[in-house]
């Protein structure tokens, strides 16, 4: 069974502060990783797709990362506007276009 | 943003008795899913559709019905509301040969049980 796992389940940050957001899976096969942005009240916003191991994707302060087994997602030199929930979700391969998501880290950036 | 609404925004109805969902699509993509999201359990599917009258089921079909009789809307139905049904329902939409593998998600629609 095709599982993600997402740590810490809240983080804190002060405004400028650096940190990382972590991902884990087991999946049979990846096709692909995915990240999304969730602000309250509303639905989840694509952010990043990774494929395999050792890429990297940017957008402004964040930063995707891909291993074998887990993601990470690097905020640099957070502002407030980037306080949202990230979940993080994977499609395994085998024909299904179906998404396994994580419960998600709930971010908050303080001025 | 995708084009993508959902209908109602907020309902709230009473044990025993039938809601249907509504998601329309303006982006002719093939794929549209539904799922629920509830704390401590992050987004979870409920029914798929990859064509029109082609749905499957996905990890918690249990009293859901799904039904898709043209590409731009699919239904979601819950045939006698539970209070275990109370959550929130977002329809997501995708296409493999226009946008990839990633899913773009409607606004959702907060649904009360009582």
């Known amino acids: 069974e095709d599982q993600v796992t997402q740590s810490p389940e809240a983080l804190r940050l002060q405004e400028g502060e650096s940190s990382s957001l972590n991902c884990s899976y087991t999946?049979?096969?990846?096709?692909?990783l995915f990240w999304y942005r969730q602000d309250p009240g509303k639905g989840p916003e694509f952010l990043f797709t990774?494929?395999?191991a050792g890429e990297e994707k940017e957008k402004e302060r964040l930063k995707a990362t891909l291993t074998k087994k887990e993601s990470f997602l690097h905020i640099t030199a957070p502002k407030p506007e980037d306080s949202a929930t990230y979940l993080c979700?994977?499609?395994?391969?085998?024909?299904?276009?179906?998404?396994?998501f994580g419960k998600g880290t709930k971010l908050t950036v303080n001025p | 943003d995708a084009g993508i609404t959902q209908s109602p925004r907020h309902k709230v109805t009473e044990t025993g008795t039938p809601v249907t969902l509504r998601c329309h699509q303006t982006?002719?993509?093939?794929?549209m899913y539904w799922y629920r999201q509830d704390p401590g359990h992050g987004l979870r599917l409920i029914h798929y559709?990859?064509?029109?009258?082609?749905?499957d089921k996905g990890e918690v079909s249990d009293g859901y019905s799904v039904s898709r009789s043209k590409t731009e809307d699919f239904l979601l139905t819950l045939e006698s509301a539970t209070s275990s049904q109370t959550s929130v329902y977002f329809c997501?939409?995708?296409?493999?040969?226009?946008?990839?593998?990633?899913?773009?998600f409607g606004p959702g629609t907060r649904l009360t049980v009582l």
């Open positions: 997501a939409i995708s296409d493999p040969g226009t946008s990839g593998m990633k899913q773009y």
């Open positions: 999946v049979s096969g990846l096709r692909g």
């Open positions: 990774l494929y395999s």
């Open positions: 979700a994977v499609q395994a391969k085998g024909g299904s276009e179906k998404l396994v």
């Open positions: 982006e002719n993509h093939r794929y």
């Open positions: 559709s990859y064509g029109v009258k082609d749905t």
